[in-house]
C-alpha cells in the first residue's frame, strides 16, 4: 500500500468522526420531575436475541405508563417513558443506564431481563444512585439498595416447586439448565433441597445458549429414568428441547417437566402440543382469576392484539410501574432516597393478587403457582401457595439452605 | 505531508479537548471507542496489510479484557476475599489460575502475552499447513464460537454468561469518579496514539513491506527466500496483542467483560468499521471503528430496530461501491481533484 | 543417458539424477539427468510439455519429484521447502512476472536484497539504498522508475525487475522461465544484452523458446523431449541433430522429414 | 468464412498479439504454425472469445462477433478443441459427450453416434471417467466434443502434441476425412511441418505475436520458412 | 453399554441435521467458492415457509418442503443475481457482503414475523417413534435422517443423471472448456446458487421438526454448517456425507461421555487437528481453487 501518500489525506478522515463525537453533546433533559412531567427509563432489548422476551416486558410497562397517565398521573405530572435498547448485549445494558440516568435524568428506570443484563447495570444504578425495577425471576443472592426486584426470587418460585413435586412423591429427578448463573444457582439450590429431602438427583446437564441440539441429552434422561426433570433453558433451547423430548416418547405422565423460564409467550413457540402436560412454576399465569388480571388482559389485547398472551415477567413489569408509582404517591416525590423509604410496605391488588414490597431486601411478596401447560398454549393453575410467599433472596429461612450463601 | 500532518494535529488536539467539553457519559462513550479503534489497528494490519481476514478478533479482545478483570476483582476484592461471583457461584477457595492474578505486574504482562501466545501457536498450526483465505476466516470464527462456549461453562472461573462486572478502581483511579474516568480515557487515547504509531512504523518498515507482498503474493515470497507462514503468524499475533490491550483497556472504560463482547457476531462488528473506514490504511480503520460505533450509538438511542439495518447495508454498501472504504473514497476523490499529480499507469 | 560433461562431477553445481515426476498418472519428467557446471550459461528448450519448467520447479522446490535427486554443490534439495533452497543459493523468476504491485520499484528489490537480515532488522524502516540494489536499479534499467509502484510498470520492465530482484540475492544458480515471453522486440534485445552481462557472472539456466535469442546468446543448449534430455551441445550441434529438428518439424512419429 | 483484423490482445500487462490478420475461406484448412510462445494459443483464445481483443475485429460469416460470449459463438457454429487435451475429468466419457450435446442449439442425439462414428474406439470407453483415459483417446474425445455441436469451422490447438504415435494417425485421418469428405472448414494450430504440409490449403506463419508470413500450402517448402519454424 | 449403542442413532440424527444444513453449502461455497453466510438465513426462509403454510391444506408440511426450496431457491438466485456476481474471485469480500445481508433478513424476519419464536406443528404422523434396539427413535428423527439420505440421493442423481447437473459439474471441473462446448457459464452459475439456497430451505422445513423458529434460527446453525464443509473438503458431495457423518458421531459421543459444552469445544479442536493432517480437507477437487 502507498500507505506514505494515502496517510497524508487520510487522518483527515479521523476529523469528521471525532468532531462528531467530540462536539455533538445532546444537552440532558433536565430533572426527571421538572415542569408537568416525570420521565421513567424503560431499558429493554429491543433488538437481539433477548428482544423475544423483552419486548413484551417492555409492552406492559408502557401500558401500565399509559394506564397510570389516563388516571391523572403521578403527584399530577404526566410520565413520559424514554425507551432505550439493551441490544441483548451486557455492556449496552450498562451503556444505556448510564444515558438515562446523566443525559435523561429520568426518575426511575424499569427493565432488564437476563441476569447478566442486572449485574451489569448494578453498579450504574449503585453509583448514580438511581433506582432500577426489575421485573424477572431471578437466582437470588443478591439486594442491592437501588434495585427493586419486582419477579420471583427463588424461594417464591423454585422452592414452591420443588415443594410441589416432593408433595407428589417425586424422588428421583434430572436436572437440565442453559449454562449460565440462573441455571446453576437454580441447581445448585435444587441439590440441596434434594439432598434434605432424601430426593436422589440422576442428572445435571447444562448445554450453551442457543443450542439447538438435543438427542444426547435426551437419550441421557431416557436412560436415567427419573420422575421429573427440573428445566431452567433459556430461550430458543426450550423449543428445540420440547420437541426432542416429545418424539422421544418421554410423556409428561412418565416424567413430568417443571420449567421455570417457560410461560404463554414461550409456550406459543414451542408449540403447545409439545408442552402440554408439562407443569410450570411462576406466580403469574393468564389465566389467573382475579378482577385486576382481567382487567390486565383485556387492556393489554385491546392495545396490542387480540392474539398476544400475557405471562409472568409481563405482569411484573407492569406491576413494577404501579408499585413505583404508589411509592412516589407515598414520599410525595420522585426523590430516589424518599422514594426508597416510603417503599416499604406498599401494596397493590396486581394481576396475581395482592402484592406487597418487602422493606428489607426490596423484594416483593408474591404467591407461588404451579401451572399445567394446556393444549390451547393457555396455563392451568393446579396448586398455590396458601398466601403471599416472603421473599428470602439468601434462603436465609430454610434450614436446608445453610451452605449456600 | 503537511496535510497529513495538520489533521494529525487537529485529532490530537480534540481528543485532548473532550475531556473538557463532554460530559462524563459522552466522554465514556468515546473512550469505548477508541478501545474498538485499538482493536480495528490490529485488524487492519492483519486483515488490510496481511490479507488475513480474522473473524476471531473477540477472541484476544477477550483474553485481554479478562487478565486485566481478573487483576481488577481480585484487588477489590483484598487479600482475604474472594471476587462477588464467585461467592454467587458458590466457589469457596481462590481457584489456582486466578492467584497469579493477585500481581499487577503479571496482569498486565498476561494482558500481553496470553492473547499473543493464543494467536501465535493457532497461526503456526495453520499458517503452516498454509490454510489461508476464507479457510482461516471460518476457523477463526469457529475459535471465537469455541471460546465463548468454554468461558460460559466456567462459571466459577469466568463468571459464566454474567462475566465480571462492577469495578471500582484501576491502579489507583477510582472509576466512580469523573477525574478516575477522564484519566481512563487518557491512557485509551494514549495507547491508541502509540499503538497506532507501532502499526505505522511496522507499515513502513521492510517487514511491512514483506507483509504486504505476502499478501498480494504468498508463493512469489517463498522464492524470495521468506518464510510467508511466519511473517504472517508474527502479523496476526501482533493484531492479537493490539485486541488484547483493547480488551484489557474496555474493562475499566465500559466496566464490564462477558462472553457477549467476544462472539461471532461482535468479532464481526468490529469488522465493520475497519472495513467501511478502509481496510488498508490505518487512519482510515481508526476513523471507520469510531464512526461506526457512534454511529451505532446514536441509532440505538434513536432507531433502535433500525440498527441492523443499517449495519448490514452498510457492509454490503461498502464492499459493493467502496471496497477501499471511506479512504478509498478520500483517496480517489484526491486524486481527481488534488493539486498532487498521480503517476496513471505507464 | 547422460549429456556432455557428467564425467566430472567435482565441478557440477547442479546434478539432477534419475528424476522422475508424475502427475495424475502421467510422467511428466522421466528418468532426467542433468547437470550444470559452475559458470555456465545454458539454454534449456524443448516443445511444449517436454518437462522444462517441470524440472525447475522441481529444483526449486515447488513441485516434488516420485524419485531422483537433485544436488546443489552437494547438498540435496529434495524435500526442503521453497525459502530454504532460495537461502542456499537458488532463484528463479516466473513465466508471468511477479512483481509486488503495490511497491514500488526500489521496494520490491530492496525486498529480495533483505532476506538474509535478522528479524530484528527486518522491523526497521528502510534508509536508503543499498549498494547491491543500486547496481541491480542500474541493471534492469529501472533508476528513472525506482519509486514508482512496480504496478505501473510495464510487462517488459517487470521482467527486468524480477531479474534485478534475482540479482541482488546473489544467487549461485539463477533459473529464468521464458524471461522473453511476451516482450516486444526491441525488449527482447535489451534482456538479451542483461542476460550476457549477468552469465559472465553467473551460473545461469533459462528456459527459452525464442530462437533468433538463442542463436544470439546460447552457449551450451540441452533439449528437452518428452520428460528427458534429448541432446545436449552448442547451438550449431543442436541445430544439426535431426533428432532435434523431428522434435521441432516433425513429430516423435518416426517420419522424418528432412 | 472467419475473418480476424488488426486484432491486439494482451494478459494483462503483457501484450501477446500485435495486430494479427488471418482469412479462413469456408470450406478451407488454413493452417496456424509457430514455434512455441508466438501467440497462436492466443489468437485461437481470442477467436473463441475467453480473450477479448484489445482493438481489432473478428467475423463469422460475415456478423461481427468480437464482443459475443463464447458460448453463443459455439451455438453460431464454431468449434474449439483446446491444447492440451482437455476434457471434464470426472465425468465419464459418454457425459462429456452428453453435456456438450445438452448444450447445443439442435440437440439431436444422433449428432454423438455421428461423432463417435469418427473415434468408433471411444465406444469402448463410454462410462469412463475421462481423467483414467490417455492422451490419445482423451484427444479424440476432445475433438469428438467438438464435432457434437455440428461446427461449420472447427478450431484444433496441436491436436497431436504430446499424444502416442498410433493415435496420432487416427487423429490425423479423422481431420483429413472431415475436412475433405466432410466439407468442414478448419482453422489448425501446429508446429510441425509433416503435418501441416500433408493436410493444409494455406498456411500462417507467426512469430513473436505477428503474422510474418502466409501463403499456400506449396511454400512451405521454402526454406525460409523452415528457418522460421525450427530450431 | 445400552446408552452407549443408543448413542449410534443419535449421532446419526445429528448427521443428518449436519448433512442437511451443510447440504446446500457445498454447492455455494464449495463448487463456487462463495461464501455464503447468508446460508442460514435461507434455513430461516424455509422454516417460515412451513410456518405459513400450515393449515393450508392437511399435508402443508409435505408441500413446504419444494415451497420452501422455491423461496429459499429464488432468494439466493436474487442474491447471485443482484450482488454475488460481482465478486467472484474475491470470497473474503463475499463472506462479508453476505454477513451484511444475513443482517438485514434477520431485522426483515424480526419485523415481518415478530421477534418471539413461532409455532409450527409437525404433522400428525411424525408424532411419536419407533422402538430400535430398545431405543425410541423418534419419527421426526427418521423423517430427517430419510430427508437427508433422499436430498444426497437426489444431489447425486442430479448431479449425474440431469442435463443441468452435468453441465454444472462440466462448469466446475473446467469452466473454460464448458465455455468451449456450448454452455452458458453464468446461467450455470446462478443456477448453482439456486440449488445450494433452495437445499437451505429444505433443511429449514425440517428443522422446523426439531428445533425453534424465530429469526435468529440461522445462527445457530451456520458455523457448524461451515465446519462440516471445511471438514469435507471443497465441493466434494461425498466429502460433506463423510464429513457430517464422522463430525455427526463425534458430537454425539462427546457429550454424551462429557456435556454439551465440551463437546463442541472438542469437535472444533478436533477439526484443527484434522486439517493439520489434511489441509484441504478430506477430498480436494482438483482444478477449481479457493483463493
Not at chain 1, 441483548?88 to 448510564?98: I, L, R, V
Not at chain 1, 392474539?307 to 413505583?324: F, H, I, Q, R
Not at chain 3, 531422483?68 to 526442503?80: A, I, N, P, T
Not at chain 3, 530454504?84 to 514500488?104: C, D, M, S
Request: aromatic content about 8%; glycine content about 10%.
Amino acid at each position: 500500500m502507498r500507505s506514505r501518500t494515502f496517510s497524508r489525506g487520510l487522518t483527515a478522515l479521523l476529523l469528521p468522526a471525532l468532531l462528531a463525537t467530540a462536539c455533538v453533546d445532546e444537552p440532558g433533559g433536565g430533572a426527571g420531575a421538572s415542569g408537568d412531567e416525570i420521565k421513567v427509563g424503560i431499558l429493554h432489548s429491543l433488538s437481539g436475541t433477548m428482544a423475544i422476551s423483552e419486548v413484551t416486558v417492555r409492552d406492559a410497562e408502557l401500558l401500565a405508563v399509559e394506564e397510570i397517565n389516563a388516571k391523572g398521573g403521578v403527584l399530577g405530572k404526566k410520565l413520559v417513558p424514554v425507551t432505550e435498547d439493551g441490544a441483548s448485549d451486557w455492556p449496552t445494558f450498562a451503556e444505556k443506564a448510564q444515558k438515562l440516568i446523566s443525559q435523561d435524568k429520568v426518575a426511575t428506570v424499569f427493565g432488564g431481563w437476563t441476569s447478566a443484563s442486572r449485574k451489569a447495570m448494578l453498579p450504574v444504578f449503585e453509583r448514580n444512585k438511581a433506582l432500577l425495577w426489575y421485573p424477572v425471576q431471578y437466582e437470588g443472592l443478591e439486594s442491592s439498595p437501588y434495585i427493586f426486584y419486582t419477579g420471583a426470587t427463588t424461594n417464591q418460585q423454585i422452592v414452591p416447586a420443588l415443594d410441589y413435586l416432593a408433595a407428589q412423591g417425586k424422588k428421583k429427578m434430572f436436572l437440565v439448565g442453559s449454562d449460565y448463573v440462573f441455571p446453576r444457582t437454580a441447581n445448585k439450590i435444587i441439590k440441596a433441597y434434594a439432598a434434605a429431602k432424601g430426593i436422589e438427583v440422576l442428572g445435571e446437564e447444562y448445554t450453551p445458549l442457543g443450542h439447538t441440539e438435543y438427542s444426547t441429552l435426551v437419550n441421557k434422561i431416557a436412560d436415567a429414568k427419573p420422575d421429573a426433570v427440573f428445566n431452567t433453558l433459556n430461550g430458543d433451547s426450550n423449543v428445540a428441547f420440547f420437541k426432542q423430548l416429545r418424539g422421544s416418547g418421554i410423556t409428561p405422565q412418565t416424567t413430568p417437566v417443571v420449567s421455570v423460564s417457560v410461560a404463554e409467550e414461550e409456550v406459543k413457540g414451542i408449540g403447545p402440543e409439545n408442552v402440554a402436560g408439562h407443569l410450570v412454576a411462576w406466580n403469574y399465569y393468564q389465566t389467573t382469576t382475579t378482577p385486576a388480571n382481567d382487567a390486565f388482559v383485556k387492556a393489554f389485547k385491546a392495545k396490542y392484539g387480540a392474539d398476544k398472551v400475557t405471562s409472568d415477567p409481563m405482569e411484573a413489569g407492569y406491576n413494577a410501574v404501579y408499585l413505583w408509582a404508589e411509592a412516589v404517591k407515598k414520599a410525595g416525590t420522585t426523590e430516589v432516597e424518599a422514594v426508597r423509604k416510603a417503599a416499604g410496605g406498599i401494596t397493590i391488588e396486581a394481576p396475581e393478587g395482592t402484592t406487597t414490597i418487602d422493606g428489607d431486601n426490596q423484594h416483593v411478596a408474591k404467591t407461588a403457582r404451579i401451572g399445567l401447560v394446556q393444549a390451547d398454549g393457555q396455563i392451568k393453575e393446579v396448586w398455590s401457595s396458601p398466601g403471599p410467599i416472603k421473599p428470602d433472596p439468601y434462603l436465609r429461612s430454610y434450614d436446608w439452605a445453610g451452605g449456600l450463601s | 505531508m503537511t496535510w497529513g500532518r495538520i489533521s494529525l494535529v487537529v485529532c490530537v488536539v480534540l481528543l485532548a479537548l473532550a475531556p473538557l467539553t463532554l460530559s462524563p457519559f459522552r466522554l465514556g462513550l468515546l473512550a469505548k471507542y477508541l478501545c474498538f479503534a485499538i482493536v480495528a489497528v490490529g485488524i487492519a494490519l492483519a486483515w488490510g496489510q496481511g490479507g488475513m481476514l480474522t473473524l476471531g478478533q473477540g477472541v484476544f479482545f477477550g483474553l485481554g479484557g479478562y487478565a486485566m478483570a481478573m487483576y481488577l476483582k481480585l484487588e477489590e476484592a483484598g487479600s482475604a476475599g474472594l471476587p462477588d461471583f464467585m461467592v454467587w457461584s458458590g466457589v469457596e477457595e481462590l481457584p489456582a489460575l486466578w492467584k497469579p492474578f493477585g500481581n499487577p505486574v503479571f496482569a498486565l504482562a498476561a494482558v500481553v502475552l496470553v492473547p499473543g501466545l493464543v494467536a501465535f501457536l493457532l497461526g503456526l498450526l495453520v499458517f503452516r499447513q498454509r490454510v489461508r483465505g476464507a479457510y482461516f476466516a471460518i476457523l477463526s470464527q469457529a475459535l471465537a464460537a469455541a471460546f465463548v462456549i468454554l468461558l460460559v461453562g466456567q462459571q466459577g472461573l469466568t463468571g459464566g454468561t454474567n462475566g465480571m462486572t462492577n469495578f471500582t478502581g484501576f491502579f489507583g483511579l477510582d472509576l466512580t469518579d469523573p477525574n478516575g474516568q477522564r484519566a481512563v480515557y487518557a491512557i485509551a487515547a494514549l495507547v491508541l496514539g502509540v499503538l497506532f504509531l507501532v502499526a505505522k512504523l511496522l507499515v513502513r518498515s521492510r517487514f511491512g513491506r514483506l507483509l504486504v507482498a505476502v499478501r498480494d503474493g504468498e508463493d512469489r515470497v517463498r522464492f524470495l527466500g521468506y518464510d510467508p507462514a511466519l511473517v504472517k503468524t508474527i502479523t496476526f499475533t501482533v493484531s492479537a496483542v493490539m485486541a488484547g490491550l483493547a480488551g484489557a483497556l474496555f474493562v475499566p472504560v465500559v466496566g464490564i467483560i462477558s462472553p457477549a463482547m467476544l462472539g461471532i457476531v461482535p468479532s464481526l462488528e468490529l469488522l465493520v468499521g475497519v472495513a467501511v473506514g478502509g481496510r488498508f490504511v490505518l487512519a482510515g480503520a481508526i476513523a471507520g471503528a469510531i464512526a461506526v460505533n457512534y454511529a451505532k450509538t446514536l441509532f440505538s438511542e434513536d432507531f433502535a430496530e433500525g440498527w441492523l439495518y443499517l449495519q448490514g447495508g452498510l457492509f454490503v454498501l461498502v464492499l459493493v461501491f467502496a471496497p477501499k472504504g471511506l479512504a478509498g473514497v478520500v483517496e480517489s476523490v484526491r486524486e481527481r481533484f488534488g493539486r498532487k499529480p498521480v503517476e496513471v499507469t505507464a | 543417458m547422460t549429456g556432455v560433461g557428467s564425467p566430472t562431477p567435482p565441478a557440477a553445481l547442479l546434478e539432477v539424477r534419475g528424476l522422475r515426476v508424475v502427475f495424475d498418472g502421467f510422467a511428466a519428467i522421466d528418468g532426467l539427468d542433468f547437470t550444470v557446471e559452475e559458470g555456465e550459461l545454458r539454454f534449456l528448450i524443448g516443445p511444449n510439455g517436454a518437462g522444462k519448467t517441470t524440472l525447475i520447479d522441481v529444483v526449486t522446490g515447488l513441485t516434488k519429484p516420485a524419485a531422483g535427486s537433485v544436488r546443489f554443490g552437494g547438498r540435496e534439495l529434495v524435500g526442503r521447502r521453497e525459502h530454504h533452497i532460495v537461502r542456499l543459493g537458488v532463484g528463479r523468476t516466473f513465466q508471468t512476472a511477479t512483481v509486488f504491485e503495490e511497491l514500488t520499484v526500489v521496494e520490491n528489490l530492496d525486498l529480495a536484497d533483505s532476506f538474509r537480515l535478522p528479524l530484528r532488522s527486518l522491523l526497521r524502516r528502510r534508509r536508503g539504498v543499498s549498494d547491491a540494489v543500486a547496481s541491480a536499479l542500474e541493471a534492469a534499467d529501472l533508476t528513472a522508475l525506482a519509486d514508482k509502484p512496480a504496478g505501473v510498470l510495464s510487462h517488459g520492465q517487470r521482467q527486468w525487475l524480477e531479474i534485478g530482484m534475482l540479482l541482488v540475492q546473489r544467487p549461485k544458480l539463477l533459473l529464468l522461465d521464458e524471461p522473453v515471453a511476451g516482450m516486444s522486440r526491441s525488449e527482447r534485445e535489451r534482456t538479451g544484452e542483461l542476460l550476457h552481462r549477468i552469465a559472465s557472472t553467473h551460473t545461469v539456466v533459462v528456459v527459452e523458446h525464442d530462437m533468433e535469442f538463442l542463436r544470439r546468446y546460447a552457449r551450451k543448449v540441452t533439449v528437452m523431449h518428452q520428460g528427458h534430455v534429448l541432446r545436449e551441445g552448442s547451438v550449431a550441434e543442436v541445430q544439426e541433430d535431426p533428432r532435434v529438428r523431428e522434435v521441432y518439424l516433425g513429430r516423435a512419429k518416426g517420419k522424418a522429414v528432412t | 468464412m472467419l475473418s480476424v483484423s488488426g486484432v491486439d490482445a494482451a494478459y494483462g500487462r503483457a501484450r501477446v498479439l500485435f495486430g494479427v490478420g488471418l482469412e479462413v475461406p469456408a470450406g478451407s484448412l488454413v493452417c496456424v504454425m509457430g514455434r512455441n510462445g508466438v501467440g497462436k494459443t492466443t489468437l485461437l483464445k481470442t477467436v473463441m472469445g475467453t480473450l477479448t481483443p484489445t482493438a481489432g475485429r473478428i467475423t463469422f460469416d460475415g456478423r461481427d462477433i468480437t464482443r459475443l460470449a463464447t458460448h453463443q459463438r459455439v451455438r453460431a457454429g464454431m468449434a474449439y478443441v483446446p491444447q492440451g487435451h482437455v476434457s471434464f475429468p470426472q465425468l465419464t466419457v459418454w457425459e462429456n459427450l452428453q453435456v456438450t450435446l445438452e448444450a447445443t442449439a439442435h440437440r439431436e442425439p444422433a449428432a454423438v453416434d455421428e461423432a463417435l462414428d469418427v473415434f468408433p474406439a471411444l465406444r469402448q470407453l463410454l462410462k469412463r471417467p475421462a481423467g483414467l483415459l490417455s492422451g490419445g483417446q482423451r484427444q479424440q474425445l476432445a475433438i469428438a466434443r467438438a464435432l457434437i455441436t455440428r461446427p461449420r469451422l472447427l478450431l484444433l490447438d496441436e491436436p497431436t502434441e504430446g499424444i502416442q504415435p498410433s493415435v496420432i494417425d487416427e487423429i490425423e485421418a479423422a481431420i483429413e476425412r472431415l475436412h475433405r469428405e466432410a466439407g468442414l472448414t478448419v482453422l489448425l494450430v501446429e508446429q510441425y511441418l509433416d503435418f501441416a504440409l500433408r493436410l493444409a490449403d494455406s498456411f500462417v506463419v507467426m512469430d513473436a505475436g505477428e503474422v510474418v508470413r502466409a501463403g499456400a500450402a506449396e511454400e512451405l517448402h521454402d526454406e525460409e520458412v523452415r528457418r522460421m519454424l525450427a530450431v | 453399554m445400552g446408552a452407549l449403542a443408543n448413542q449410534l442413532p443419535i449421532g446419526l440424527s445429528i448427521a443428518a441435521v449436519l448433512l442437511l444444513i451443510a447440504l446446500g453449502l457445498t454447492f455455494t461455497f464449495g463448487q463456487m467458492g462463495v461464501i455464503n453466510m447468508a446460508h442460514g438465513e435461507f434455513i430461516m426462509a424455509g422454516a417460515y415457509t412451513a410456518f405459513l403454510l400450515q393449515g393450508v391444506t392437511s399435508q402443508s408440511f409435505l408441500i413446504a418442503l419444494p415451497v420452501a426450496f422455491a423461496v429459499a431457491g429464488l432468494m439466493g438466485l436474487l442474491l447471485e443475481w443482484s450482488l454475488i456476481r460481482r465478486f467472484y474471485g474475491r470470497p473474503l469480500d463475499t463472506l462479508l457482503l453476505t454477513w451484511g445481508v444475513s443482517l438485514v433478513l434477520q431485522q426483515l424476519a424480526r419485523d415481518l414475523f415478530g421477534a418471539p419464536n413461532v409455532q409450527v406443528t409437525a404433522p400428525g404422523w411424525l408424532v411419536g417413534g419407533v422402538d430400535v434396539l430398545g431405543l425410541r427413535l423418534p419419527y421426526n428423527r427418521v423423517f430427517i435422517i430419510g430427508l437427508a439420505v433422499v436430498c444426497v440421493v437426489g444431489v447425486w442423481l442430479y448431479l449425474t443423471r440431469l442435463p443441468a447437473g452435468r453441465r454444472m459439474r462440466a462448469v466446475v471441473q473446467n469452466r473454460e472448456l464448458a465455455a468451449y462446448s456450448g454452455i452458458a457459464t453464468g446461467r450455470v452459475d446462478r443456477f448453482t446458487f439456486l440449488l445450494g439456497s433452495g437445499l437451505a430451505g429444505v433443511a429449514g422445513v425440517a428443522l422446523t421438526l426439531v428445533g425453534p423458529v424465530g429469526p435468529s434460527l440461522g445462527t445457530f446453525y451456520i458455523v457448524d454448517a461451515f465446519l462440516v464443509v471445511v471438514a469435507g473438503g471443497l465441493g466434494q458431495l461425498r466429502g460433506a456425507v463423510l464429513a457430517a457423518v464422522a463430525l455427526g458421531f463425534l458430537n454425539g459421543y462427546l457429550e454424551f461421555w462429557t456435556d454439551a459444552s465440551l463437546a463442541k469445544v472438542l469437535v472444533f479442536v478436533a477439526i484443527i487437528a484434522f486439517l493439520q493432517v489434511r489441509p484441504q480437507g478430506m477430498f480436494v477437487l482438483k482444478g477449481r481453487a479457493l483463493v
